[in-house]
């Protein structure tokens, strides 16, 4: 997915200011010297870099990483904006994504950056593009990005940077997972735990423009009834919390809606078996995550007498570098919808050097939090 160099990332975490001291080393005519640092080097780049795994807020820090060299058919990207995704977390913290960077490393796998140098055999991008990397590829999390022009996909300037910098992790993975597991035809309906979520919001509302109903459900919590509403302006027909789910019958609860065909779990424990319990038979529940960090528990009358699928969802193995032109059209449509006022989200933008804070909001310390958008 496209390496980032650093004149040796390792090097650059113990020795980067004496790479940086010898970049300053002027001879006597320093306007031409000057010249060409401007045309072949990056700008020195600030990163959010860790040495091992482990908890990010204990292993990641800001360092100062020094200039890079532009080959002709490299791009230099001044990054705009980059999300903290769980997915970044659980790849710092090392134990539990299957694929992720060797430490030391910089964080973050999306956002969205301006170009600001091209190289000598770059023809389809012009200094100011909007790109993005797609697919997405590590190490977001610093000011200056250099890679080849195949990573980068140039996208409409009139998206708000936000979310232009968060448009392929999870709106992609909610436009995947409505179309690639069963086939939903305008008024049938989907049941998810983890609404809130990004995914959630946006699995909500793609529903809703292709006119399948959403039961949703949230965990229990202060200001339940606001977040509810909330959600129902977003498209949600129905939100129920956990605790109201603690009944025998829960496609009482439906009403007029049908059962659902297809149901999508990113919590597991309990909250999973309130999903299973909604689907209709042979309906299909899709895991793409596991907040609760418990098992998926399945009764065997549910697989015998219901005849239930169980199935999972990761972006990342879907995606490819030969999906990337198929991917850069549903990213182009996905922003399309934003354009037109179709589709949001809740989203903090936090400057860079209040990233410790941002973690923070993003590991739950301070409690439910918008997604947190670094802004450079």
Same mark, same amino acid.
């Given at each position: 997915?496209?390496?980032?160099?650093?004149?040796?990332?390792?090097?650059?975490?113990?020795?980067?200011?004496?790479?940086?001291?010898?970049?300053?080393?002027?001879?006597?005519?320093?306007?031409?010297?000057?010249?060409?640092?401007?045309?072949?080097?990056?700008?020195?780049?600030?990163?959010?870099?860790?040495?091992?795994?482990?908890?990010?807020?204990?292993?990641?820090?800001?360092?100062?990483?020094?200039?890079?060299?532009?080959?002709?058919? @490299?791009?230099?990207?001044?990054?705009?904006?980059?999300?903290?995704?769980?997915?970044?977390?659980?790849?710092?913290?090392?134990?539990?994504?299957?694929?992720?960077?060797?430490?030391?490393?910089?964080?973050?796998?999306? %956002?969205? %950056?301006?170009?600001?140098?091209?190289?000598?055999?770059?023809?389809?991008?012009?200094?100011?593009?909007?790109?993005?990397?797609?697919?997405?590829?590590?190490?977001?999390?610093?000011?200056?990005?250099?890679?080849?022009?195949?990573?980068?996909?140039?996208?409409?300037?009139?998206?708000?940077?936000?979310?232009?910098?968060?448009?392929?992790?999870?709106?992609?993975?909610?436009?995947?997972?409505?179309?690639?597991?069963?086939?939903?035809?305008?008024? @049938?309906?989907?049941?998810?735990?983890?609404?809130?979520?990004?995914?959630?919001?946006?699995?909500?509302?793609?529903?809703?423009?292709? %006119?399948?109903?959403?039961?949703?459900?949230?965990?229990?919590?202060? %200001?339940?009834?606001?977040?509810?509403?909330?959600?129902?302006?977003?498209?949600?027909?129905?939100?129920?919390?956990?605790?109201?789910?603690?009944?025998?019958?829960?496609?009482?609860?439906?009403? !007029?809606?049908?059962?659902?065909?297809?149901?999508?779990?990113?919590?597991?424990?309990?909250?999973?078996?309130?999903?299973?319990?909604?689907?209709?038979?042979?309906?299909?529940?899709?895991?793409?995550?596991?907040?609760?960090?418990?098992?998926?528990?399945?009764?065997?009358?549910?697989?015998?007498?219901? @005849?239930?699928?169980?199935?999972?969802?990761?972006?990342?193995?879907?995606?490819?570098?030969?999906?990337?032109?198929?991917?850069?059209?549903?990213?182009?449509?996905?922003?399309?919808?934003?354009? !037109?006022?179709?589709?949001?989200?809740?989203?903090?933008?936090?400057?860079?050097?209040?990233?410790?804070?941002?973690?923070?909001?993003?590991?739950?310390?301070?409690?439910?939090?918008?997604?947190?958008?670094?802004?450079?």
């Amino acid at each position: 997915m496209g390496s980032t160099r650093v004149l040796g990332l390792s090097k650059a975490f113990h020795s980067h200011s004496s790479l940086c001291n010898r970049t300053r080393v002027f001879p006597r005519n320093p306007t031409v010297v000057l010249r060409a640092f401007a045309s072949t080097l990056s700008p020195p780049s600030k990163a959010v870099v860790y040495e091992q795994h482990g908890p990010p807020d204990q292993v990641t820090r800001i360092i100062d990483l020094p200039p890079v060299e532009l080959k002709e058919k @490299d791009v230099c990207v001044k990054m705009l904006a980059a999300p903290i995704n769980p997915s970044d977390i659980n790849r710092i913290e090392g134990c539990v994504y299957p694929v992720r960077p060797p430490v030391p490393a910089i964080g973050g796998y999306e %956002g969205v %950056g301006e170009i600001q140098a091209v190289g000598s055999a770059v023809k389809d991008f012009s200094l100011g593009d909007w790109v993005i990397p797609s697919p997405p590829s590590f190490g977001t999390w610093q000011t200056y990005i250099v890679k080849e022009e195949s990573v980068w996909h140039k996208i409409n300037k009139n998206v708000p940077m936000e979310y232009a910098a968060t448009v392929t992790v999870n709106p992609l993975s909610a436009l995947r997972m409505l179309e690639d597991f069963v086939q939903l035809n305008p008024g @049938d309906a989907i049941v998810q735990n983890g609404a809130t979520s990004i995914v959630g919001q946006c699995i909500i509302q793609l529903a809703r423009i292709r %006119g399948i109903h959403s039961i949703n459900i949230i965990r229990d919590r202060v %200001g339940s009834e606001e977040v509810k509403e909330k959600l129902k302006k977003l498209g949600a027909d129905v939100v129920y919390t956990e605790s109201q789910l603690e009944v025998k019958n829960v496609k009482g609860l439906l009403g !007029d809606l049908p059962e659902p065909a297809l149901g999508f779990n990113c919590v597991g424990g309990n909250p999973a078996s309130f999903v299973l319990k909604f689907l209709r038979q042979g309906g299909t529940m899709v895991t793409y995550g596991g907040m609760a960090k418990k098992p998926v528990t399945v009764s065997t009358s549910s697989f015998i007498f219901k @005849d239930l699928a169980l199935r999972g969802f990761w972006l990342q193995k879907w995606m490819s570098l030969e999906r990337a032109k198929e991917c850069r059209v549903m990213i182009d449509n996905l922003l399309g919808l934003v354009c !037109d006022g179709k589709f949001k989200y809740e989203l903090e933008l936090v400057p860079f050097h209040d990233f410790s804070v941002a973690l923070d909001k993003a590991l739950g310390k301070l409690g439910s939090q918008p997604k947190q958008v670094l802004k450079f």
